[in-house]
């Protein structure tokens, strides 16, 4: 029997927030080479301006879809802490720097951000703009969760300058928020996204997940019907990463025959990409989908959309500071992550030193891929037209892409290849055929979630 597309391409593979992705990042953390090209790549960057991540990790409780770092607690006496431990570890940074940085783009995300009182969210954000210059039209954004996001809350983050919240909707389902343990009732998210529309917010986005345990084709369609009466300005429709081999027992709340596979998931995607279509919603990137009036949806008509630790982009900066406990950090020739544990974090801190464990710092290979795999996340295209973005595997690649190109999933024209609307689906598989680190370091064992 033939097999269908969704059989024969949902393999394993990155969502290339990064290249190289975090597995094969250089087993020893060279830090005085790192620190020489953070300082490079700000003093490139000081017109451009950078984007900070800040991680904000604790939640009241556990999500069994979620494959973020959090720590559970309802210890709300640990947030004020948290927030210095933080403005300490930027004032580290800050003294790397030969004047105030410019942000253009400062993102908080979790955990739960919104478990921080507005009072403490305060104080973090005037710390970090105590030694910062915000930029002219700094872009800056949080993700809140329907159940625990006040009204102050949303007004406080938007007088501190905040114009763009990400709520998680996940799915409406009774049955589905059982097993996931995410309930929020359709008037939580309501009341919200109404909130932050009154304030004045001029993005307002909402994640649905396809692919959790149990979920039909008329969940899909009962959650998307609902959302369009909200009419989020985006919405990121994500595929559900089951990587319980790395998140332990957090993903361990249902049977692996619960979740749906392969043909049976490729129908709630493309069931639920028809119907955001059908409601004016453009897809712009992978998983992700913009209003035509939405700033991000402008990015990806210009050819300006960008793509780092912090998902897609309109504000493209080629340097990221990641503050917090797991955050990552992108100077462009280099990435760098802080330590997961949260004590060994706020110790490291207490020792005057970058809270880093491990890194890697990008080769000129590396450099190049890298280009070729953004350009194909964010454009759907890439061309090595461009002597500098040509590299010797080229014809190997093209290869390995000719069966995809047979199956109507690309379009390869002497020195570039686009991405069909068939392909958009599995443009991480278009991505691995360029990713010559996994290729000649193929895992032994699973790493990376599904493709599709």
């Given at each position: 029997?033939?097999?269908?597309?969704?059989?024969?391409?949902?393999?394993?593979?990155?969502?290339?927030?990064?290249?190289?992705?975090?597995?094969?990042?250089?087993?020893?953390?060279?830090?005085?080479?790192?620190?020489?090209?953070?300082?490079?790549?700000?003093?490139?960057?000081?017109?451009?301006?950078?984007?900070?991540?800040?991680?904000?990790?604790?939640?009241?409780?556990?999500?069994?879809?979620?494959?973020?770092?959090?720590?559970?607690?309802?210890?709300?006496?640990?947030?004020?802490?948290?927030?210095?431990?933080?403005?300490?570890?930027?004032?580290?940074?800050?003294?790397?720097?030969?004047?105030?940085?410019?942000?253009?783009?400062?993102?908080?995300?979790?955990?739960?951000?919104?478990?921080?009182?507005?009072?403490?969210?305060?104080?973090?954000?005037?710390?970090?703009?105590?030694?910062?210059?915000?930029?002219?039209?700094?872009?800056?954004?949080?993700?809140?969760?329907?159940?625990?996001?006040?009204?102050?809350?949303?007004?406080?983050?938007?007088?501190?300058?905040?114009?763009?919240?990400?709520?998680?909707?996940?799915?409406?389902?009774?049955?589905?928020?059982?097993?996931?343990?995410?309930?929020?009732?359709?008037?939580?998210?309501?009341?919200?996204?109404?909130?932050?529309?009154?304030?004045?917010?001029?993005?307002?986005?909402?994640?649905?997940?396809?692919?959790?345990?149990?979920?039909?084709?008329?969940?899909?369609?009962?959650?998307?019907?609902?959302?369009?009466?909200?009419?989020?300005?985006?919405?990121?429709?994500?595929?559900?990463?089951?990587v319980p081999w790395i998140k332990g027992n957090g993903q361990r709340g249902f049977k692996e025959e619960d979740i749906p596979k392969d043909d049976e998931k490729k129908i709630l995607y493309e069931i639920g990409k028809k119907l955001l279509q059908l409601h004016g919603?453009?897809?712009?990137?992978?998983?992700?989908?913009?209003?035509?009036?939405?700033?991000?949806?402008?990015?990806?008509?210009?050819?300006?959309?960008?793509?780092?630790?912090?998902?897609?982009?309109?504000?493209?900066?080629?340097?990221?500071?990641?503050?917090?406990?797991?955050?990552?950090?992108?100077?462009?020739?280099?990435?760098?992550?802080?330590?997961?544990?949260?004590?060994?974090?706020?110790?490291?801190?207490?020792?005057?030193?970058?809270?880093?464990?491990?890194?890697?710092?990008?080769?000129?290979?590396?450099?190049?891929?890298?280009?070729?795999?953004?350009?194909?996340?964010?454009?759907?295209?890439?061309?090595?037209?461009?002597?500098?973005?040509?590299?010797?595997?080229?014809?190997?690649?093209?290869?390995?892409?000719?069966?995809?190109?047979?199956?109507?999933?690309?379009?390869?024209?002497?020195?570039?290849?686009?991405?069909?609307?068939?392909?958009?689906?599995?443009?991480?598989?278009?991505?691995?055929?360029?990713?010559?680190?996994?290729?000649?370091?193929?895992?032994?064992?699973?790493?990376?979630?599904?493709?599709?």
């Amino acid at each position: 029997m033939k097999k269908t597309l969704i059989q024969k391409y949902n393999v394993p593979g990155p969502r290339y927030t990064s290249y190289p992705t975090v597995p094969y990042w250089n087993p020893e953390f060279d830090y005085p080479t790192w620190k020489n090209t953070f300082i490079l790549a700000y003093d490139e960057s000081k017109n451009e301006g950078i984007s900070v991540y800040i991680h904000l990790p604790f939640c009241e409780s556990m999500c069994t879809f979620c494959g973020c770092h959090k720590r559970i607690t309802k210890n709300h006496a640990l947030e004020h802490p948290y927030v210095q431990s933080v403005l300490k570890e930027w004032r580290l940074y800050c003294q790397l720097f030969d004047e105030k940085p410019m942000i253009r783009e400062l993102h908080l995300g979790g955990g739960t951000p919104t478990f921080f009182s507005p009072k403490n969210l305060e104080d973090l954000i005037n710390g970090i703009f105590s030694l910062a210059r915000k930029g002219m039209d700094c872009d800056m954004s949080f993700e809140g969760h329907p159940n625990n996001t006040t009204r102050e809350h949303l007004e406080k983050l938007y007088d501190l300058g905040f114009r763009r919240v990400s709520f998680g909707v996940q799915d409406y389902s009774d049955r589905v928020q059982q097993a996931i343990n995410r309930i929020q009732p359709y008037s939580n998210v309501a009341k919200v996204t109404m909130w932050a529309k009154d304030i004045g917010y001029t993005s307002v986005s909402h994640d649905i997940i396809f692919g959790l345990p149990f979920q039909r084709v008329e969940d899909v369609v009962d959650t998307i019907e609902k959302t369009k009466t909200l009419l989020p300005d985006r919405i990121a429709f994500y595929s559900y990463a089951h990587v319980p081999w790395i998140k332990g027992n957090g993903q361990r709340g249902f049977k692996e025959e619960d979740i749906p596979k392969d043909d049976e998931k490729k129908i709630l995607y493309e069931i639920g990409k028809k119907l955001l279509q059908l409601h004016g919603y453009e897809e712009i990137g992978m998983d992700h989908f913009a209003l035509q009036s939405d700033a991000l949806f402008g990015a990806a008509a210009s050819g300006e959309l960008h793509r780092n630790f912090m998902g897609y982009s309109a504000s493209k900066t080629r340097m990221m500071v990641g503050l917090g406990v797991s955050a990552i950090g992108d100077s462009w020739y280099g990435f760098a992550q802080n330590v997961k544990d949260l004590d060994d974090y706020q110790q490291i801190l207490e020792w005057n030193q970058l809270p880093l464990f491990k890194g890697h710092i990008l080769t000129t290979e590396d450099l190049i891929i890298r280009q070729h795999i953004l350009n194909l996340m964010c454009r759907f295209e890439t061309s090595w037209e461009n002597p500098e973005l040509y590299f010797s595997e080229i014809p190997e690649v093209l290869s390995q892409l000719q069966e995809m190109s047979n199956d109507g999933l690309l379009v390869i024209k002497d020195s570039w290849l686009k991405v069909t609307a068939a392909g958009k689906g599995f443009v991480r598989n278009i991505c691995m055929a360029f990713d010559l680190r996994m290729k000649r370091h193929a895992p032994g064992t699973q790493l990376f979630s599904m493709t599709v």
